[in-house]
């Protein structure tokens, strides 16, 4: 009898463990975003972010806590022609990105703000 006690004590501790560790890890970024305003979106996994600029697909490393958020500069994108003034707007959308210090996120829109506190864009969760 001390033995199921112990094991079913053992159990609720791991399992009550696990889900405050998904609580406290929880990243409010992971997941797919469109822009509010132009064609791009964001698809951020546990350490990549990736998308459409309007023009190509791209992706880079990032690094987010609290409500800081640090887009590597060494980012990969795909090299097809565009329209000039689509081209024009996907390369000012990838160095916003670069240029994204913190971000804000209610889970309906997220922010990227820069270093300054300036808005770089808003995006939708993407499907709504």
Known sequence: MLKQIFTFSAVTLLISG???????THNPLLGE???ATSEATLRFDENRVSGS????????????????LTI??????????CESNRMKSADQ???????????????KI????GASG????EFLPAGK
Do not use: I
């Not at 600029?53 to 800081?68: E, F, I, Q, V």
């Not at 500069?73 to 097809?80: L, Y």
């Open 72 to 81: 590597s500069d060494q980012m990969m994108s795909t090299m097809m022609a």
């Open 33 to 35: 975003w469109r822009s």
């Open 110 to 113: 997220l922010t990227l703000l």
């Open 93 to 107: 959308f990838r160095q916003s990105l670069m240029a994204t210090k913190r971000y804000r996120s209610d889970g």
């Open 118 to 121: 300036e808005v770089l864009g």
């Open 53 to 68: 600029d309007g023009c190509n697909r791209y992706g880079s490393a990032y690094t987010a806590s609290a409500d800081t």
């Open 18 to 24: 696990c889900s405050m560790m998904q609580l406290a």
